[in-house]
């Protein structure tokens, strides 16, 4: 198993665009989570969907930004419109039934001009 | 509210002294607490979790209700060890398996 997949690796894009980031869970997982990672604030929990419903959103920073989990393998995260504080690591991370280990993808790493 | 306070951006060490990272919670249900490690272009990953309560490479930590702490030690640290480090409360919320609230991390750096 290649674990939790993340794409892009790294996005450099400038303010205003819109900016979509990936996450493939590790198969067979119902509990989806997205970070964000800054050197100020640490690692924030943005959102989690648990079987494919978002269950606590209370993190996602404002209206620009909002996250989907159209099936149990795909998860995006949207940034429109992008500022420069969006800048950070953005972190997947997912985890199943039978544990409540989180395993985190690699992270998508932002930057906006 | 809950809460997790890593009072340690940094903390650097001598090969072979021993090591603790502070870690304490602030949450009203009863604590279900973690330690994640981010090694040098590695993923963050599960170091240990107190319910376990085991040692994984040297380190252990020990839930103390009394002092709401969960601090991480090592008798021996060793430059393999360098990396951030993440304390995480677990949150349950509804019927899911809810989700970690983590500190802000330490970043432990051990010296030759």
């Known amino acids: 198993d290649a674990g939790v997949i993340q794409s892009p690796r790294h996005e450099v894009t400038e303010m205003g665009q819109e900016v979509t980031l990936r996450c493939k869970p590790i198969?067979?997982?119902?509990?989806l989570f997205w970070y964000r990672q800054t050197m100020m604030r640490g690692l924030e929990l943005l959102i989690y969907f648990n079987n494919n419903v978002p269950i606590d959103d209370s993190g996602m920073p404002e209206d620009r930004f909002s996250a989907k989990m159209p099936n149990a393998s795909f998860s995006t995260l949207k940034i429109q419109p992008s500022e420069p504080r969006d800048s950070a690591v953005y972190f997947c991370?997912?985890?199943?039934?039978?544990?409540?280990?989180?395993?985190f993808g690699p992270g998508t790493r932002l930057t906006v001009l | 509210a809950q809460r997790v306070t890593q009072p340690e951006k940094l903390l650097s060490v001598f090969k072979g002294a021993p090591v603790e990272l502070k870690c304490n919670y602030s949450y009203s249900g009863s604590p279900e607490l973690f330690w994640y490690v981010q090694y040098s272009r590695q993923r963050l990953q599960l170091l240990l979790r107190?319910?376990s309560r085991e040692s994984i490479k040297g380190f252990t930590a020990d839930l103390n209700k009394g002092e709401t702490s969960f601090h991480l030690k090592k008798p021996f640290a060793q430059e393999e060890d360098s990396a951030m480090y993440y304390c995480?409360?677990?949150?349950?919320?509804?019927?899911?398996?809810?989700?970690?609230?983590f500190g802000k991390g330490t970043k432990l750096s051990v010296k030759p």
């Open positions: 107190h319910i």
């Open positions: 198969s067979g997982h119902n509990s």
């Open positions: 991370a997912s985890s199943g039934h039978r544990t409540d280990t989180q395993y």
């Open positions: 995480a409360l677990k949150i349950r919320s509804g019927g899911s398996q809810g989700n970690l609230i």
